[in-house]
Each structure stands twice: as C-alpha cells, then as structure tokens.
C-alpha cells in the first residue's frame, strides 16, 4: 500500500543484513552460511507481532524471507 513504513528494530535489521548476505554468497562464490540466530530473532518477531495493520505487512515480509532462507538453505547448506 502507498505511504506504508515498516519499522524494524536493530537486531530485526543485522538479521536481514546478514540473511541477505549469505543469499549474496551463493551468486558470488556458491556458498551459503546459516544463520541460526538471525532466523531465530525473525522467528521470534512474527510470533510477538500482533496481525493488525502495518504489523500484517511486517510480518508478511519477515515470513517471506524465512520462507526464502529456508528453501536456499534445503538447497545450498
């Protein structure tokens, strides 16, 4: 929707960061790093969010990129 912001928290941005980064890996040089804590502290956010309004869509791109990580991961780890 237009004029939607999403507010994530400090360890909610490094564990995106460093999901994203091990994503870059496999196109760079065919590697994929787990990140255990990051998916845990994404887990953990859409288990606390109330689905309401801007929260549905934060909890909506967080379970995305889960679900992203894992089918990488199934493949590449």
């Not at 549905?56 to 991961?73: A, F, G, N, P, T």
């Amino acid at each position: 929707p237009k004029n939607t912001r999403v507010n994530f928290s400090g360890d909610e941005k490094m564990a995106l960061l460093k999901i994203s980064s091990s994503i870059k890996d496999i196109f760079y040089d065919g590697t994929f790093k787990r990140e255990d804590d990051s998916v845990e502290t994404l887990r953990s956010t859409i288990k606390a969010l109330e689905i309401s309004g801007e929260n549905q869509i934060k909890s909506h791109i967080l379970y995305e990129v889960l679900m992203i990580y894992r089918l990488l991961d199934s493949r590449y780890a």
